[in-house]
């Protein structure tokens, strides 16, 4: 459709989207210091976010099952032992953002943590796990130790992580709030778990035989969401907050994560394509 972002329609991942399956090295990115004990420990394509706590690391989403090493590579080149994992959260129940769980919980011994309404997608309905969409198969279930719900908090040692149930993308999509300190000041970190509009189309809802309420469910979403006060807005793709260039900006004066605009301005666009998208189905 005319004017609507490709990344945020397409049926199918962007054209060379699938090489991140086959040659993961290329995808690779030095890990960083986001803001306060919050940590980028992803890839170019696919955000990973490790928070320190008092207690242990919490990992927010693990990307593709052939990424692992990358992202435990990230971890320890940031002076952490992934042995320390206590927590993995994920955004919503799709293969780029689980694959690598089942690995990662059975090395480490984390707890698991989904959307309640995504987990039917590991085992009774695997293909809303968008693996097919990037030629592979998805053989990567495991067991969810605390499902998660509306107003959920994930604590441990220190950290708060509050989740809101955001469904559209998925039906258990779920976005993240937490307070990190920065230079004497509380900031509010906020990550949209579900923004694609990509499970939304015409072709994608007809194929996997699901209803167009699912949009109403992503409106209803956003609404919500605007009602969010966000300071340092991060991705779960870094292409959505830019987290990549925010971090070349860097400066030892200045932090770009630090942003109250991005988060409604994010929120603006998801609406605008959500409405010419929608508006012609």
Not at 101 to 111: D, M, P, S, W
Not at 158 to 183: K, N, Q, V, Y
Not at 209 to 216: I, T
């Amino acid at each position: 459709m005319p004017g609507v972002s490709d990344k945020m329609t397409n049926a199918l991942p962007p054209a060379g989207a699938h090489e991140v399956c086959t040659r993961p090295w290329k995808f690779a990115v030095e890990p960083f210091r986001i803001i306060d004990r919050i940590y980028y420990v992803g890839n170019t394509d696919v955000s990973s976010h490790l928070i320190e706590t008092d207690e242990g690391l919490i990992l927010l989403d693990t990307a593709f099952p052939q990424t692992v090493y990358l992202l435990l590579e990230s971890i320890r080149k940031l002076g952490f032992d992934p042995a320390d994992i206590k927590y993995i959260l994920h955004s919503h129940a799709h293969y780029d953002h689980l694959g690598g769980t089942k690995a990662i919980a059975e090395l480490v011994g984390a707890r698991t943590c989904l959307g309640e309404q995504d987990i039917p997608f590991l085992r009774q309905r695997p293909d809303l796990t968008w693996a097919e969409e990037y030629g592979t198969e998805f053989h990567e279930a495991f067991e969810v130790d605390q499902p998660l719900r509306d107003g959920d908090v994930v604590r441990l040692g220190g950290a708060s992580i509050r989740c809101a149930h955001i469904p559209g993308h998925t039906p258990g999509a779920m976005s993240w709030f937490l307070d990190a300190d920065e230079a004497g000041r509380t900031h509010r970190v906020g990550f949209h778990g579900g923004p694609g509009l990509n499970t939304l189309s015409d072709e994608f809802l007809a194929r996997r035989s699901l209803p167009k309420s699912c949009r109403d469910a992503y409106m209803q979403s956003l609404e919500k969401m605007k009602q969010e006060r966000v300071d340092v807005f991060l991705g779960i793709h870094p292409s959505q907050s830019d987290t990549l260039g925010r971090q070349a900006r860097r400066t030892s004066a200045a932090n770009p994560f630090i942003d109250p605009a991005a988060w409604p301005a994010f929120l603006k666009g998801l609406e605008d394509n959500a409405r010419q998208l929608f508006g012609g189905g």
